[in-house]
């Protein structure tokens, strides 16, 4: 991952199945990352967050500052919240996540699964960087 002098690599992930599953397609641009995080029954556009890596005001370690843009009355974000902002943390350049899942008449058990699902993600990712040799002390 983050080769600046060859094509873009992208790579793809899923988790769970029926309408909970979500799927992951991460662009690596050589200076960040660019998601496609849709799932269940009706993928979509459902918002944008970009999430900058910068250091801790408390002096210690990482953190981002992020920026959310829904389509008005999507929750789609918050997912891709989470995720934007521990994978930008763990390789220290910025990420984008474009965001739609959904499927109609979720109850609450199925939101929480499709929930997990994006956090079981998210960590299968940040594993990959990890096993990749990409982390924050690698730049």
């Known amino acids: 991952m983050f080769d600046k002098h060859s094509e873009l690599m992208s790579y793809q992930w899923q988790e769970g199945v029926g309408r909970c ?9 050589g200076n960040g990352l660019q998601g496609l995080l849709t799932g269940g029954e009706k993928p979509h556009v459902g918002g944008v967050v970009l999430a ?12 981002s500052d992020v920026y959310i843009t829904p389509v008005p009355g999507h929750k789609d974000v918050e997912v891709a919240r ?19 899942i959904h499927s109609d008449h979720l109850n609450s058990q199925e939101l929480g699964q499709i929930i997990q699902n994006c956090n079981n993600l998210t960590q299968t990712v940040l594993n990959f960087l990890e096993s990749d040799g990409i ?5």
């Open 52 to 63: 900058l890596p910068r250091q801790s005001l408390q002096g210690e370690g990482w953190s």
């Open 21 to 29: 599953q979500v799927r992951l397609t991460l662009i690596d641009t």
């Open 82 to 100: 989470t995720m934007a902002e521990a994978l930008a943390q763990a390789i220290l350049f910025p990420v984008t996540i474009t965001a739609g």
């Open 135 to 139: 982390s924050e002390t690698s730049h």
